[in-house]
């Protein structure tokens, strides 16, 4: 699976954000994860307990948030929630849309702990 | 999604960014930078070492079995002496399908990835170099076979194929909706054997694309009998024309579903990045 790939994505860049910030250690990671993102959740949770050895995320807690597709009508301009397999439009049926959420991999939210001054 | 233009922000995730003013020893930092970000930079590196040579790079994914490397031999013999060709080849492991182009006296080049499921910018990065490109209108990259990982890492090709064979469930678009919404063209291939394979309805697979809100060509290829191959090699052509179009204007093609999330999404410049802001509850 690909999800350990992309926790050592993950990793680095919150290594470098924790550098930034002079953190002593990362106590939690926030994703935002689109269910077309091609990334499940679980997998990535337990692909994280191997990557964050060793590394100033060793004891954080990584938190995923879902986001489900949404779609944009071409045709009709309406919005609406969609399945992963089928983004049509409920309003007029057709199949010319445009998914605006859903597709996310996103890093959104890193929370450090800093030496006290 | 971009993470330059702060698109990345949405009314779900906004409160994130909103600072309290106190001086908490815990600091969240919002980020809102995409997870790949690496593999997207290697990507856009290999895609400018492309351009410059002018090379269409076409990365054909689909599930194992289903006839890639047998397309890719019957369409660089019918393409032999019209089109220069070079392909990559990615397998976990094994020469073979590396050795089976080269006997048809084209350049192939074998990634091996162990135990990973699929190639990635840096991995292509590696092989580029020791391509010559300047000689070269088409590289194929062979992803390694799976519906599933492959769709995620952008390689800095032009195009995705990908291919879906007879012997498959004419559903699988739908099943992996991913993989299959990122074809600039789906080819649906041993189509000889549709005779014999009644419960696959090539009509159904296409409505299972388009319900993924796909315009991708449905072309039907048999590499055995010569089937739709025609079809295919217009297709390719027609393609490699408008890229020459492109290039002549100093503009590159990207495949179809991530230029849909640039134009959505913009080409800002990031301000939001690594905005510090304390954390809400107290530790």
């Known amino acids: ?75 009709c301009s309406h919005e609406a929630d969609a399945g992963p397999s089928d ?12 998914l605006i959420a859903g597709e996310e991999m996103i890093l959104a939210r890193v929370e450090l702990l800093q030496p006290a001054d | ?69 047998s397309l890719l031999e019957a369409t660089i013999k019918a393409l032999k002496g019209a089109l220069r060709i070079a392909v990559i080849e ?11 182009i080269r006997a048809l006296g084209v350049e192939a080049h074998q990634i091996t990835t162990g135990t990973a499921c699929h190639l990635d910018a840096h991995l292509v990065a590696k092989v580029l170099p020791q391509l010559e490109l300047e000689h070269l209108d088409v590289l194929f990259i062979e992803n390694v076979g799976n519906l599933v990982c492959p769709a995620s890492f952008d390689l800095g090709h032009h195009l995705n194929l990908t291919l879906l064979s007879v012997t498959e469930g004419d559903d699988k678009p739908a099943k992996y909706p991913v993989m299959f919404r990122a074809a600039d063209a789906m080819l649906l291939s041993k189509t000889d054997l549709l005779t014999v394979l009644e419960e696959f309805s090539p009509e159904r697979a296409e409505a299972c694309l388009r319900n993924l809100a796909s315009k991708a060509p449905v072309i039907r290829v048999s590499a055995k009998t010569g089937e739709g191959m025609q079809e295919w090699l217009g297709w390719l052509y027609q393609r490699l024309e408008h890229y020459r179009e492109m ?17 959505l999404h913009g080409l800002a410049q990031p301000e939001l990045r690594f905005k510090p802001v304390s954390k809400l509850e107290t530790v």
């Open chain 2, 247 to 263: 290039r002549r204007e100093n503009l590159s093609l990207r495949p179809a579903v991530q230029s849909e999330g640039r134009k």
């Open chain 1, 87 to 98: 983004l049509r439009c409920p309003a007029c049926g057709g199949t010319d849309t445009a």
């Open chain 2, 90 to 100: 990615g397998d976990l492991e094994t020469e073979n399908d590396a050795a089976r």
């Open chain 1, 1 to 75: 699976m690909h999800e350990l790939s992309v926790c050592m994505e993950l990793i680095d860049q919150v290594e470098a954000i924790a550098r930034t910030h002079n953190a002593e250690r990362v106590e939690t990671i926030v994703l935002q994860i689109g269910s077309l993102a091609g990334v499940e959740p679980s997998l990535l949770e337990n692909a994280f307990e191997i990557a964050r050895l060793g590394t100033v995320a060793e004891h954080a807690e990584l938190r995923t948030e879902r986001v489900e597709p949404r779609i944009r009508c071409q045709v």
């Open chain 2, 1 to 69: 999604m971009c993470d330059t233009c702060g698109c990345n922000i949405t009314e779900g995730n906004r409160h994130l960014l909103r600072a309290d003013g106190s001086h908490a020893k815990v600091t969240a930092v919002s980020v809102l930078n995409k997870l790949l970000q690496h593999n997207d930079d290697q990507a856009q590196a290999n895609r400018a070492l492309l351009d410059s040579h002018g090379v269409l790079t076409i990365n054909l994914m689909s599930s194992p079995g289903s006839g890639k490397t």
